[in-house]
Protein backbone atom coordinates (compact mmCIF):
# COMPACT_ATOMS: atom_id res chain seq x y z
CA UNK A 1 0.00 0.00 0.00
CA UNK A 2 1.06 3.52 -0.99
CA UNK A 3 2.43 5.23 2.29
CA UNK A 4 0.94 9.07 3.02
CA UNK A 5 2.04 11.41 4.91
CA UNK A 6 0.46 11.47 8.46
CA UNK A 7 -0.54 15.54 8.05
CA UNK A 8 -2.44 14.32 5.22
CA UNK A 9 -4.38 11.66 6.36
CA UNK A 10 -5.39 13.83 9.14
CA UNK A 11 -6.84 16.43 6.49
CA UNK A 12 -8.60 13.79 4.79
CA UNK A 13 -10.41 12.06 7.66
CA UNK A 14 -11.50 15.70 9.06
CA UNK A 15 -12.62 16.28 5.59
CA UNK A 16 -14.40 13.13 4.61
CA UNK A 17 -15.40 10.66 7.65
CA UNK A 18 -17.59 11.41 9.76
CA UNK A 19 -16.94 9.17 12.97
CA UNK A 20 -20.18 6.75 15.06
CA UNK A 21 -20.68 8.30 18.70
CA UNK A 22 -18.13 11.19 18.08
CA UNK A 23 -19.46 15.18 17.90
CA UNK A 24 -17.53 15.89 14.75
CA UNK A 25 -17.36 19.77 16.10
CA UNK A 26 -15.03 18.65 18.82
CA UNK A 27 -13.25 16.11 17.24
CA UNK A 28 -11.55 18.55 14.69
CA UNK A 29 -10.64 20.60 17.14
CA UNK A 30 -8.03 17.74 18.67
CA UNK A 31 -5.14 16.16 17.20
CA UNK A 32 -6.83 12.78 15.63
CA UNK A 33 -5.18 9.25 16.52
CA UNK A 34 -4.74 7.25 13.39
CA UNK A 35 -3.97 3.88 13.51
CA UNK A 36 -1.38 2.33 11.11
CA UNK A 37 -0.35 -1.12 12.56
CA UNK A 38 -1.19 -3.68 15.56
CA UNK A 39 1.20 -5.72 17.18
CA UNK A 40 -0.23 -7.72 20.59
CA UNK A 41 -1.27 -5.30 22.90
CA UNK A 42 0.10 -2.70 21.21
CA UNK A 43 -1.65 -0.02 18.39
CA UNK A 44 0.68 1.69 16.53
CA UNK A 45 0.16 5.07 14.95
CA UNK A 46 0.80 6.61 11.65
CA UNK A 47 3.70 8.48 13.50
CA UNK A 48 5.09 5.15 14.36
CA UNK A 49 4.32 5.86 18.45
CA UNK A 50 2.89 3.03 20.13
CA UNK A 51 0.12 2.55 22.00
CA UNK A 52 -1.68 -0.02 24.93
CA UNK A 53 -4.68 -0.87 23.69
CA UNK A 54 -6.78 -0.64 27.21
CA UNK A 55 -10.12 -1.35 25.48
CA UNK A 56 -9.42 -3.93 23.11
CA UNK A 57 -10.26 -1.59 20.23
CA UNK A 58 -13.70 -1.17 21.63
CA UNK A 59 -13.94 -5.00 23.51
CA UNK A 60 -13.03 -6.85 20.73
CA UNK A 61 -9.16 -7.56 20.51
CA UNK A 62 -8.64 -11.06 22.74
CA UNK A 63 -5.05 -13.19 21.77
CA UNK A 64 -3.94 -9.36 20.90
CA UNK A 65 -3.38 -7.64 17.29
CA UNK A 66 -1.80 -9.09 14.50
CA UNK A 67 -1.78 -12.93 15.76
CA UNK A 68 0.03 -15.14 13.88
CA UNK A 69 -2.15 -18.03 13.70
CA UNK A 70 -5.63 -15.87 13.51
CA UNK A 71 -3.88 -13.98 10.35
CA UNK A 72 -2.88 -17.73 8.58
CA UNK A 73 -6.29 -18.66 8.92
CA UNK A 74 -7.71 -15.76 7.57
CA UNK A 75 -5.09 -16.31 4.56
CA UNK A 76 -5.85 -19.90 4.38
CA UNK A 77 -9.45 -18.91 3.61
CA UNK A 78 -8.97 -16.20 1.05
CA UNK A 79 -7.32 -18.67 -1.26
CA UNK A 80 -10.30 -20.47 -0.90
CA UNK A 81 -12.64 -18.33 -1.25
CA UNK A 82 -13.70 -14.66 0.77
CA UNK A 83 -17.51 -14.97 0.55
CA UNK A 84 -20.47 -17.42 -0.62
CA UNK A 85 -23.83 -16.47 0.25
CA UNK A 86 -26.16 -18.57 3.15
CA UNK A 87 -29.43 -18.29 1.68
CA UNK A 88 -30.56 -21.35 0.50
CA UNK A 89 -26.97 -22.86 0.02
CA UNK A 90 -23.90 -23.43 2.73
CA UNK A 91 -20.19 -23.04 2.62
CA UNK A 92 -17.36 -25.19 5.10
CA UNK A 93 -16.44 -22.23 7.45
CA UNK A 94 -19.79 -21.71 9.08
CA UNK A 95 -21.02 -25.23 8.90
CA UNK A 96 -17.79 -25.94 11.38
CA UNK A 97 -18.24 -22.79 14.05
CA UNK A 98 -21.64 -23.32 14.38
CA UNK A 99 -20.94 -26.88 15.84
CA UNK A 100 -18.49 -25.35 17.93
CA UNK A 101 -20.74 -22.80 19.04
CA UNK A 102 -23.11 -25.12 20.03
CA UNK A 103 -20.64 -27.16 21.78
CA UNK A 104 -19.17 -24.24 23.98
CA UNK A 105 -22.45 -22.27 24.36
CA UNK A 106 -24.94 -23.12 27.73
CA UNK A 107 -26.79 -26.53 27.50
CA UNK A 108 -30.12 -25.98 25.65
CA UNK A 109 -28.35 -23.68 22.37
CA UNK A 110 -28.93 -25.73 19.50
CA UNK A 111 -29.22 -23.70 16.66
CA UNK A 112 -27.12 -20.96 15.24
CA UNK A 113 -27.90 -18.14 13.19
CA UNK A 114 -25.71 -15.67 11.85
CA UNK A 115 -25.28 -11.92 10.95
CA UNK A 116 -22.40 -8.88 11.58
CA UNK A 117 -22.70 -7.48 14.36
CA UNK A 118 -24.39 -6.78 18.09
CA UNK A 119 -27.24 -5.21 16.79
CA UNK A 120 -28.43 -7.38 14.12
CA UNK A 121 -27.91 -10.35 16.68
CA UNK A 122 -29.94 -8.58 19.05
CA UNK A 123 -32.49 -7.67 16.14
CA UNK A 124 -32.68 -11.27 15.39
CA UNK A 125 -32.72 -12.23 18.82
CA UNK A 126 -36.14 -10.11 19.73
CA UNK A 127 -37.68 -11.03 15.99
CA UNK A 128 -37.13 -14.85 16.65
CA UNK A 129 -38.97 -14.21 20.05
CA UNK A 130 -41.77 -11.98 18.72
CA UNK A 131 -42.39 -14.96 15.54
CA UNK A 132 -41.96 -18.05 18.48
CA UNK A 133 -45.08 -17.13 19.93
CA UNK A 134 -46.98 -15.88 17.05
CA UNK A 135 -46.54 -19.73 15.98
CA UNK A 136 -46.26 -21.75 18.75
CA UNK A 137 -49.29 -23.82 19.73
CA UNK A 138 -51.69 -22.70 16.64
CA UNK A 139 -51.34 -19.17 17.97
CA UNK A 140 -52.02 -19.55 21.84
CA UNK A 141 -50.05 -17.25 22.68
CA UNK A 142 -50.58 -14.24 19.99
CA UNK A 143 -50.76 -11.56 22.71
CA UNK A 144 -47.57 -12.19 24.08
CA UNK A 145 -45.81 -9.31 21.83
CA UNK A 146 -44.29 -7.00 24.21
CA UNK A 147 -40.50 -6.84 25.82
CA UNK A 148 -38.71 -6.45 29.13
CA UNK A 149 -35.59 -4.85 29.73
CA UNK A 150 -33.45 -3.27 31.94
CA UNK A 151 -33.09 0.34 33.09
CA UNK A 152 -29.59 1.61 31.51
CA UNK A 153 -29.67 -1.16 29.00
CA UNK A 154 -27.38 -1.39 25.72
CA UNK A 155 -28.20 -3.77 23.24
CA UNK A 156 -26.84 -1.48 19.75
CA UNK A 157 -27.72 1.47 17.79
CA UNK A 158 -30.42 -0.32 15.14
CA UNK A 159 -34.00 0.86 15.60
CA UNK A 160 -34.98 -2.44 17.45
CA UNK A 161 -32.06 -2.98 19.34
CA UNK A 162 -32.72 0.68 20.87
CA UNK A 163 -36.07 -0.09 21.77
CA UNK A 164 -34.83 -2.32 24.50
CA UNK A 165 -32.05 -0.14 25.43
CA UNK A 166 -32.43 2.30 28.14
CA UNK A 167 -29.73 4.97 28.17
CA UNK A 168 -31.76 8.42 27.35
CA UNK A 169 -28.07 9.94 25.88
CA UNK A 170 -28.32 7.67 23.17
CA UNK A 171 -31.89 6.56 23.00
CA UNK A 172 -34.01 9.62 23.64
CA UNK A 173 -34.10 11.60 20.56
CA UNK A 174 -35.02 8.65 18.56
CA UNK A 175 -38.36 8.06 21.15
CA UNK A 176 -40.87 8.41 18.46
CA UNK A 177 -39.55 5.73 15.94
CA UNK A 178 -39.10 3.11 18.98
CA UNK A 179 -41.63 0.62 20.13
CA UNK A 180 -42.67 0.26 23.38
CA UNK A 181 -40.77 -1.50 25.94
CA UNK A 182 -41.12 -2.48 30.15
CA UNK A 183 -38.26 -1.23 31.89
CA UNK A 184 -37.09 -3.07 34.86
CA UNK A 185 -34.87 -1.46 37.30
CA UNK A 186 -31.03 -2.05 36.69
CA UNK A 187 -29.09 -3.12 39.53
CA UNK A 188 -26.72 0.44 39.70
CA UNK A 189 -26.14 -0.39 43.18
CA UNK A 190 -23.80 3.01 43.79
CA UNK A 191 -27.38 4.70 42.77
CA UNK A 192 -29.49 2.79 43.49
CA UNK A 193 -33.46 3.69 42.19
CA UNK A 194 -34.95 2.38 45.12
CA UNK A 195 -32.33 4.18 47.48
CA UNK A 196 -30.96 0.95 49.30
CA UNK A 197 -27.83 -0.44 50.21
CA UNK A 198 -26.53 -3.78 48.56
CA UNK A 199 -25.47 -5.27 51.81
CA UNK A 200 -29.15 -4.89 53.27
CA UNK A 201 -31.40 -4.64 50.05
CA UNK A 202 -31.72 -8.54 48.83
CA UNK A 203 -31.99 -7.57 45.40
CA UNK A 204 -35.40 -5.75 46.19
CA UNK A 205 -35.10 -4.33 42.35
CA UNK A 206 -35.37 -7.95 41.23
CA UNK A 207 -39.51 -7.74 43.37
CA UNK A 208 -40.00 -4.94 40.95
CA UNK A 209 -39.40 -7.37 38.04
CA UNK A 210 -41.00 -9.81 39.69
CA UNK A 211 -44.54 -7.61 39.42
CA UNK A 212 -43.71 -6.16 36.67
CA UNK A 213 -44.20 -9.98 35.26
CA UNK A 214 -46.98 -10.55 37.09
CA UNK A 215 -48.60 -7.95 35.97
CA UNK A 216 -47.89 -8.11 32.18
CA UNK A 217 -46.76 -12.12 31.49
CA UNK A 218 -49.71 -12.47 29.15
CA UNK A 219 -48.25 -9.82 27.06
CA UNK A 220 -44.16 -10.38 27.19
CA UNK A 221 -42.46 -12.43 24.68
CA UNK A 222 -39.46 -11.97 26.58
CA UNK A 223 -36.77 -10.34 29.14
CA UNK A 224 -33.75 -8.79 27.05
CA UNK A 225 -30.37 -8.15 29.55
CA UNK A 226 -26.60 -7.90 29.32
CA UNK A 227 -25.73 -10.96 32.11
CA UNK A 228 -23.33 -10.03 34.88
CA UNK A 229 -22.40 -6.31 33.19
CA UNK A 230 -24.46 -3.40 31.66
CA UNK A 231 -21.28 -2.67 29.55
CA UNK A 232 -22.23 0.69 27.89
CA UNK A 233 -24.10 2.56 30.85
CA UNK A 234 -21.05 2.41 32.37
CA UNK A 235 -19.55 -1.21 33.26
CA UNK A 236 -22.31 -1.28 35.83
CA UNK A 237 -22.20 -4.98 38.02
CA UNK A 238 -24.95 -7.04 38.87
CA UNK A 239 -25.01 -8.84 42.42
CA UNK A 240 -24.12 -12.44 42.65
CA UNK A 241 -27.63 -14.73 42.30
CA UNK A 242 -29.02 -11.61 40.01
CA UNK A 243 -28.92 -12.92 37.05
CA UNK A 244 -30.20 -16.75 38.23
CA UNK A 245 -33.21 -14.92 39.87
CA UNK A 246 -34.02 -13.80 36.40
CA UNK A 247 -34.11 -16.83 34.69
CA UNK A 248 -35.99 -18.21 37.72
CA UNK A 249 -38.46 -15.62 37.32
CA UNK A 250 -38.48 -15.85 33.20
CA UNK A 251 -39.51 -19.42 33.96
CA UNK A 252 -42.03 -18.94 36.41
CA UNK A 253 -43.77 -16.22 34.17
CA UNK A 254 -43.12 -18.00 30.89
CA UNK A 255 -41.15 -15.24 29.40
CA UNK A 256 -38.29 -16.28 27.26
CA UNK A 257 -34.56 -14.89 28.30
CA UNK A 258 -32.34 -13.57 25.83
CA UNK A 259 -28.53 -12.86 27.03
CA UNK A 260 -26.88 -10.70 25.08
CA UNK A 261 -23.09 -11.75 25.76
CA UNK A 262 -22.47 -9.38 23.22
CA UNK A 263 -19.85 -7.43 25.38
CA UNK A 264 -19.35 -10.17 28.16
CA UNK A 265 -19.11 -13.40 25.90
CA UNK A 266 -15.66 -14.92 24.86
CA UNK A 267 -13.91 -14.55 28.54
CA UNK A 268 -14.57 -11.35 29.26
CA UNK A 269 -15.82 -11.95 32.75
CA UNK A 270 -13.21 -14.64 33.68
CA UNK A 271 -15.26 -17.66 32.07
CA UNK A 272 -15.89 -18.30 28.39
CA UNK A 273 -19.35 -16.28 29.20
CA UNK A 274 -21.04 -14.40 31.33
CA UNK A 275 -24.19 -17.22 32.15
CA UNK A 276 -22.04 -19.83 33.17
CA UNK A 277 -20.90 -17.98 36.19
CA UNK A 278 -24.58 -18.78 37.69
CA UNK A 279 -24.86 -21.67 35.47
CA UNK A 280 -27.63 -20.24 33.23
CA UNK A 281 -29.12 -21.44 29.96
CA UNK A 282 -30.83 -18.40 28.18
CA UNK A 283 -33.49 -19.16 25.73
CA UNK A 284 -31.70 -16.82 22.95
CA UNK A 285 -27.93 -15.89 23.25
CA UNK A 286 -26.66 -13.22 21.36
CA UNK A 287 -22.49 -13.33 20.34
CA UNK A 288 -20.60 -10.62 18.47
CA UNK A 289 -17.59 -8.49 19.46
CA UNK A 290 -15.07 -10.91 20.92
CA UNK A 291 -16.49 -13.47 18.64
CA UNK A 292 -13.87 -13.29 16.09
CA UNK A 293 -11.06 -12.10 18.16
CA UNK A 294 -11.43 -8.33 16.92
CA UNK A 295 -10.44 -9.57 13.60
CA UNK A 296 -13.79 -9.47 11.85
CA UNK A 297 -17.36 -8.43 11.65
CA UNK A 298 -19.66 -11.60 12.77
CA UNK A 299 -22.19 -12.47 15.20
CA UNK A 300 -24.53 -14.81 16.11
CA UNK A 301 -27.79 -15.23 17.76
CA UNK A 302 -28.20 -19.33 19.30
CA UNK A 303 -31.76 -20.42 19.82
CA UNK A 304 -33.21 -23.69 21.52
CA UNK A 305 -34.73 -26.70 19.72
CA UNK A 306 -37.95 -25.32 21.33
CA UNK A 307 -38.32 -21.80 19.59
CA UNK A 308 -36.50 -23.42 16.44
CA UNK A 309 -38.83 -26.32 15.91
CA UNK A 310 -41.58 -23.60 16.32
CA UNK A 311 -40.45 -22.16 12.60
CA UNK A 312 -40.88 -25.68 11.22
CA UNK A 313 -43.78 -26.16 8.79
CA UNK A 314 -44.70 -26.85 4.67
CA UNK A 315 -43.17 -23.90 2.64
CA UNK A 316 -47.28 -22.81 1.81
CA UNK A 317 -47.57 -22.04 5.55
CA UNK A 318 -45.03 -19.01 5.71
CA UNK A 319 -43.61 -19.97 9.08
CA UNK A 320 -40.23 -19.48 8.21
CA UNK A 321 -38.08 -17.21 9.80
CA UNK A 322 -38.00 -14.12 6.75
CA UNK A 323 -34.79 -12.47 7.79
CA UNK A 324 -31.05 -12.39 6.44
CA UNK A 325 -28.18 -10.56 5.92
CA UNK A 326 -26.70 -10.28 2.97
CA UNK A 327 -23.15 -11.25 4.32
CA UNK A 328 -24.52 -13.77 6.78
CA UNK A 329 -22.20 -16.75 7.79
CA UNK A 330 -19.25 -15.03 6.06
CA UNK A 331 -16.48 -17.20 5.40
CA UNK A 332 -13.87 -15.35 6.12
CA UNK A 333 -15.69 -14.30 9.46
CA UNK A 334 -16.39 -17.86 10.37
CA UNK A 335 -12.80 -19.17 10.24
CA UNK A 336 -11.36 -15.93 12.36
CA UNK A 337 -13.84 -16.98 14.75
CA UNK A 338 -12.95 -20.80 14.77
CA UNK A 339 -9.36 -19.58 14.54
CA UNK A 340 -10.36 -17.76 17.65
CA UNK A 341 -12.02 -20.38 19.86
CA UNK A 342 -9.43 -22.81 18.87
CA UNK A 343 -6.56 -20.42 19.94
CA UNK A 344 -8.17 -20.01 23.40
CA UNK A 345 -9.11 -23.43 24.21
CA UNK A 346 -4.93 -24.38 23.47
CA UNK A 347 -3.22 -21.57 25.35
CA UNK A 348 -5.87 -22.08 27.90
CA UNK A 349 -6.39 -18.31 28.08
CA UNK A 350 -9.24 -18.19 30.45
CA UNK A 351 -7.39 -19.97 33.36
CA UNK A 352 -4.52 -17.38 32.86
CA UNK A 353 -6.88 -14.63 33.53
CA UNK A 354 -7.38 -15.61 37.01
CA UNK A 355 -4.14 -14.21 37.50
CA UNK A 356 -4.81 -11.28 35.71
CA UNK A 357 -8.00 -10.51 37.05
CA UNK A 358 -6.77 -10.47 40.81
CA UNK A 359 -3.85 -8.47 39.60
CA UNK A 360 -6.59 -5.70 37.99
CA UNK A 361 -8.60 -6.19 41.63
CA UNK A 362 -5.63 -5.02 43.81
CA UNK A 363 -4.35 -2.23 41.58
CA UNK A 364 -7.55 -0.66 41.74
CA UNK A 365 -7.80 -0.47 45.43
CA UNK A 366 -5.33 2.20 45.55
CA UNK A 367 -7.47 4.01 42.90
CA UNK A 368 -9.87 5.04 46.10
CA UNK A 369 -7.53 7.04 47.54
CA UNK A 370 -8.21 9.51 44.61
CA UNK A 371 -10.34 12.42 45.97
CA UNK A 372 -12.75 12.16 42.84
CA UNK A 373 -13.02 8.22 42.24
CA UNK A 374 -16.70 7.09 43.29
CA UNK A 375 -17.07 4.27 41.96
CA UNK A 376 -14.84 1.19 40.88
CA UNK A 377 -16.67 -1.52 39.41
CA UNK A 378 -14.83 -4.64 38.26
CA UNK A 379 -16.12 -7.96 36.69
CA UNK A 380 -13.02 -10.09 34.81
CA UNK A 381 -11.35 -7.92 32.61
CA UNK A 382 -13.94 -5.45 32.55
CA UNK A 383 -13.46 -2.30 34.83
CA UNK A 384 -15.62 0.67 35.28
CA UNK A 385 -14.44 3.96 37.48
CA UNK A 386 -16.68 6.51 37.71
CA UNK A 387 -15.67 9.90 38.50
CA UNK A 388 -17.18 12.20 40.24
CA UNK A 389 -17.22 15.95 41.83
CA UNK A 390 -17.83 15.37 45.54
CA UNK A 391 -17.43 11.71 46.88
CA UNK A 392 -19.70 12.45 49.63
CA UNK A 393 -23.27 13.59 47.28
CA UNK A 394 -21.91 11.25 44.58
CA UNK A 395 -22.40 14.93 42.56
CA UNK A 396 -21.29 13.74 38.69
CA UNK A 397 -19.82 15.98 36.45
CA UNK A 398 -21.38 18.13 34.42
CA UNK A 399 -21.02 16.73 30.63
CA UNK A 400 -19.31 20.20 29.71
CA UNK A 401 -16.49 19.68 31.77
CA UNK A 402 -15.43 16.62 29.32
CA UNK A 403 -13.87 14.87 32.28
CA UNK A 404 -13.92 11.41 31.01
CA UNK A 405 -12.93 13.01 27.71
CA UNK A 406 -9.88 14.83 29.41
CA UNK A 407 -8.61 11.77 31.46
CA UNK A 408 -8.22 9.49 27.82
CA UNK A 409 -6.58 12.14 26.18
CA UNK A 410 -3.99 12.48 28.94
CA UNK A 411 -3.60 8.92 29.38
CA UNK A 412 -3.13 9.01 25.39
CA UNK A 413 -0.53 11.20 25.96
CA UNK A 414 1.32 9.14 28.03
CA UNK A 415 1.06 5.96 25.63
CA UNK A 416 -2.37 4.02 26.35
CA UNK A 417 -5.43 4.54 24.36
CA UNK A 418 -8.62 4.12 26.59
CA UNK A 419 -12.65 5.35 25.82
CA UNK A 420 -14.59 6.91 28.58
CA UNK A 421 -18.84 6.34 29.09
CA UNK A 422 -19.35 9.99 29.94
CA UNK A 423 -17.58 10.43 33.75
CA UNK A 424 -16.93 6.10 33.92
CA UNK A 425 -13.25 5.64 33.19
CA UNK A 426 -13.71 1.93 31.20
CA UNK A 427 -10.53 -0.47 31.12
CA UNK A 428 -11.07 -3.54 28.58
CA UNK A 429 -7.58 -4.68 28.33
CA UNK A 430 -6.72 -7.65 25.64
CA UNK A 431 -7.07 -10.77 27.42
CA UNK A 432 -3.97 -12.06 26.40
CA UNK A 433 -1.75 -8.78 27.85
CA UNK A 434 0.91 -9.49 30.13
CA UNK A 435 1.15 -8.36 33.84
CA UNK A 436 3.64 -5.76 32.82
CA UNK A 437 1.81 -4.37 30.61
CA UNK A 438 -1.76 -4.37 32.87
CA UNK A 439 0.60 -2.84 35.52
CA UNK A 440 1.53 -0.64 32.84
CA UNK A 441 -2.29 0.12 32.04
CA UNK A 442 -3.02 0.81 35.54
CA UNK A 443 -0.11 2.99 36.24
CA UNK A 444 -0.86 5.02 33.07
CA UNK A 445 -4.83 5.04 34.38
CA UNK A 446 -3.95 6.60 37.83
CA UNK A 447 -1.67 9.30 36.49
CA UNK A 448 -3.96 10.52 33.84
CA UNK A 449 -7.03 10.54 36.45
CA UNK A 450 -5.18 12.72 39.34
CA UNK A 451 -3.08 14.59 36.33
CA UNK A 452 -6.77 15.96 35.24
CA UNK A 453 -9.02 15.74 38.62
CA UNK A 454 -6.22 15.88 41.39
CA UNK A 455 -4.75 14.00 44.14
C1 LIG B 1 -21.65 -3.36 21.63
C2 LIG B 1 -22.89 -4.01 22.09
C3 LIG B 1 -23.94 -4.27 21.20
C4 LIG B 1 -23.92 -3.81 19.77
O1 LIG B 1 -22.92 -4.42 19.03
P1 LIG B 1 -22.47 -3.77 17.64
O2 LIG B 1 -21.55 -4.78 17.06
O3 LIG B 1 -21.79 -2.47 17.99
O4 LIG B 1 -23.70 -3.55 16.86
C5 LIG B 1 -25.04 -4.96 21.67
N1 LIG B 1 -25.11 -5.35 22.94
C6 LIG B 1 -24.13 -5.11 23.83
C7 LIG B 1 -24.27 -5.60 25.23
C8 LIG B 1 -22.99 -4.41 23.44
O5 LIG B 1 -22.03 -4.12 24.33
Not at 126 to 151: C, E, H, P
Not at 251 to 268: C, K, P, S
Not at 306 to 335: D, R, W
Not at 349 to 372: D, N, S, V, Y
Request: hydrophobic share 40%.
Amino acid sequence: MVKYDPSLLEQWDKQYVWHPFTQMRQYLREKPLIIDRGEGSYLIDVEGNRYLDGISSLWVTVHGHCHPELNQAIREQLDRIAHSTLLGIANVPSILLAKKLVEITPPGLNKVFYSDNGATAVEIALKMAFQYWQQKDGGRYRNKTKFISLVNAYHGDTIGSVSVGGIPLFHGIFKPLLFECLHAPAPYCYRCSLGLIRESCHMACLDQLEELMAGHCEEVAALIIEPLVQGAAGMITAPDGFLRRVRELCTRYNILLIADEVAVGFGRTGRLFACEHEEVAPDLMCLAKGITGGYLPLAATLATDEIYEAFLGEPEECKAFYHGHTYTGNPLACVAALANIELLEKTNLLAALQTKIELLRRGLEKFWQLPHVGDIRQRGMMVGIELVVDKSTKEPYPMREQIGHRVILEARRRGLVIRPLGNVIVLMPVLSMSCEELQRVLEITYESIAAVTGR
